[in-house]
């Protein structure tokens, strides 16, 4: 194991269980590192992760740091005061921030990383699994798991390694990939960014790191990511490759077949037609793809394999995951928690739903995305047929006076939304199944801990009396 930016050979993870940080976890503990870390509860994942031989602690405590550390990883969710890291800077532990953590391990390999305001989980999904199926062995660090957990990263043997890139905190401008894809470009973390412009800025720096003779694969449909393009186009030693449905793009796609749960995709790509499956509903989905393929390209992966291979991608848990059908219902798990996410899900689902309704539990992301974004939150949930909006999920936010769910409710009210409150979140699996007929489709939507809901609402389902 090489790691010469920081010492990584005894690190501690403070949030272990997270998504971000037990994918890092787990790689170095595959690398031979002596892996410890804490966690606020027990989980899948933590579990997984003392499979691997990493001592893991639940709560947090200052004499959970091992004597030994090597160096304390955090996110930027960890609290400044959290005891052990207190305790490592008092014992002159070196802190390194998880993306100081993750460039280390990029370190050496063809680093591909995927950025954009929604959609790179998806994006990094694809390619680890695609480039996987063509047998390039590639390392991968995704901010979701595929089909288990702990798939949510992987050491391979191949020189390939793709990571997810987040702009949330701007921990994006510490990698230097080869190829580099952004999807879209927009406002979102209003914690951290006080307008798009500062987005803008961040993003170029992010694109100011891929190496001398790299490539930089880019949406040609989003206004954002078109602004994007035009401020970077001029840039000595940057090759860009525009993607999307425009007329102008690159690599185009020129049309969608939605086939239930799954797309066919035709791109021109020479002059020439190449169709392929993509194994998710929806256009935005395919539209990733596309980004994948091209990405794949940038870094001499035969095309047609390569498109081929995007058809084993099967999905990443909380991404239009099916939780499971019971009465003639499914009930289907989304991430999504921007507007632009939200209304591309819903529009997807609606697409697979066919004659049936599309019904919606969704539980707002943060004070400060509410704050900021509640107007557009309730026009997205329009699209549905009816939905329940439970409480907002706070995460590492303290409460925001006069920002509540209601901001939301109201914005879909005027949209001419079907949408109600439910401040009880343990009632809202039987307000689901009450509500629900055969052949429609529920989706649990957002960020928190909404995903839990899945198997409780196909439990009522089975118990309840069919609706009228």
Do not use: C
Not at 67 to 73: N, Q
Not at 285 to 305: R, W
Not at 395 to 400: F, G, L, M, S
């Amino acid at each position: 194991m090489n790691d010469a930016a920081h010492d990584l050979h005894a690190p501690h993870f403070i949030g272990i269980g997270g998504a971000g940080m037990s994918g890092l976890a787990k790689i170095l503990a595959v690398r031979g590192a002596t892996v410890s870390g804490s966690d606020a509860k027990e989980s899948e994942t933590v579990r997984a992760l003392r499979e691997l031989g990493a001592t893991v602690f639940v709560g947090h405590a200052a004499e959970h740091l091992p004597a030994g550390t090597s160096s304390v990883v955090v996110s930027s969710a960890i609290r400044a005061d959290n005891p052990e890291l207190v305790a490592a800077r008092e014992r002159g532990v070196p802190v390194v921030h998880r993306s100081d953590a993750l460039a280390a391990l990029m370190g050496g390999r063809r680093a591909l990383a995927v950025a954009g305001t929604h959609g790179k989980t998806t994006t990094t999904s694809m390619l680890a699994v695609s480039l996987g199926e063509l047998g390039l062995e590639p390392s991968y660090a995704i901010g979701g798991d595929l089909d288990a957990p702990g798939s949510n990263a992987h050491h391979g043997a191949g020189e390939i390694f793709v990571a997810e890139a987040d702009e949330s905190d701007r921990s994006f401008h510490k990698y230097a990939p080869e190829v580099a894809i952004v999807l879209n470009v927009e406002l979102d973390h209003h914690a951290n960014y006080a307008s798009i412009e500062e987005i803008y800025e961040s993003f170029e720096t992010f694109v100011g790191r891929i190496q001398p003779g790299g490539t930089l694969v880019v949406s040609a449909d989003h206004e954002g990511a078109r602004e994007l393009t035009r401020r970077v186009a001029d840039r000595e030693g940057l090759n860009v490759v525009t993607v999307g449905a425009a007329a102008d793009a690159d690599l185009r796609v020129l049309e969608v077949e939605a086939r239930g749960m799954t797309s066919e995709v035709t791109v021109e790509l020479g002059g020439e037609p190449l169709t392929f499956t993509v194994s998710v509903p929806g256009r935005h989905y395919a539209h990733n793809a596309v980004a994948a393929l091209a990405a794949g390209i940038a870094l001499g992966v035969p095309a047609e394999g390569l498109a081929k291979a995007l058809g084993a991608y099967t999905g990443v848990r909380r991404r239009l995951q099916l939780k499971g059908e019971a009465r003639g219902v499914q009930v289907i798990d989304s991430y999504a928690h921007h507007p632009t996410e939200m209304a591309a899900d819903l529009e997807a689902i609606r697409e697979a739903a066919g004659p049936g309704r599309v019904l919606v539990v969704f539980q707002p992301h943060l004070f400060s995305r509410t704050q900021q974004l509640a107007e557009e939150m309730g026009q997205a949930l329009a699209l549905a047929d009816a939905s329940v909006v439970l409480d907002i999920y706070p995460a590492r936010e303290d409460p925001i006076p006069g920002v509540t769910a209601e901001l939301i409710i109201d914005a879909a009210r005027r949209a001419g939304a079907d949408v109600r409150a439910e401040h009880d979140f343990a009632a809202a699996p039987t307000l689901l199944a009450a509500l629900a007929a055969p052949g429609d489709l529920v989706l649990t939507m957002g960020a928190g801990d909404v995903t839990n809901l899945g198997p409780e609402i196909l439990a009522a389902l089975a118990d309840v009396a069919p609706a009228v």
